[in-house]
């Protein structure tokens, strides 16, 4: 890893940018936002995910946006992203910089006032989702994520890497939640779920490509 020279903080919007990078990397055109735990969990697969998924990323040229953390699985994406020459931007509120262990190392780094302004910056860098095993504050995301697009706020990609079955009671709660009809038509939840690291990023691309043919939210749930 390249030594950094602390360069001059920022404020943004009352969020503080702090320009680690002596010569900052090109930021992508697009980046993808990557929810995931601050642990690693109990099952190795989900750390081996998050790097092969962190170097996908830098090799298919889309930045990183996440929360900001070296622990866990948010480290794990993090530090192999720019392991492979990728483009990291780090987003933490002020009260995790320390909890968290708040990584340094990264190309753009932003410490917010609150979860909702590092919420919203998030969203605002990213031009779609990934949800890896995680917490609750990870399914919270995802959630918002997945009722913004529902009400119409959004039309970002969301992909759901559901490895080692993580995310399958989740999914069988949506089906549940269809077929007790409170989701219905006009209210889809869109959503595309992967059950391997490596195909995430196609899954992303596919989505990113204009045009694309719309999947149906039966399709996906009539999985689980």
Known sequence: MKKHKSRPAKATNGALTLNETAQPARRPHQSVCVYCGSGHGANPAYAESARVLGRALANADLGLVYGGGSLGLMGEVARATLEAGGHVTGIIPAFLTEREHMLKDVNDLIVTRDMHERK?????????????????????????????????????????????????????????????????????????????????????????????????????????
């Open 120 to 224: 919203r910056l998030m969203f605002d860098n990213a031009s779609a989702f990934v949800a890896l095993p995680g917490g609750i504050g990870t399914l919270e995301e995802l959630v918002e994520q997945l009722t913004w697009s529902q009400l119409g706020r959004h039309a970002k990609p969301i992909v759901v890497a559901n490895i080692a079955g993580f995310w399958s009671p989740f999914l069988n709660l949506l089906s549940h939640m269809r077929s007790e009809t409170f989701i219905r038509p006009g209210l889809e939840v869109g959503f595309t779920v992967v059950d391997d690291a490596t195909e995430i990023v196609p899954a992303i691309m596919a989505a990113l490509t204009p045009d694309r043919p719309t999947a149906n939210d039966d399709a996906v749930l009539a999985k689980f």
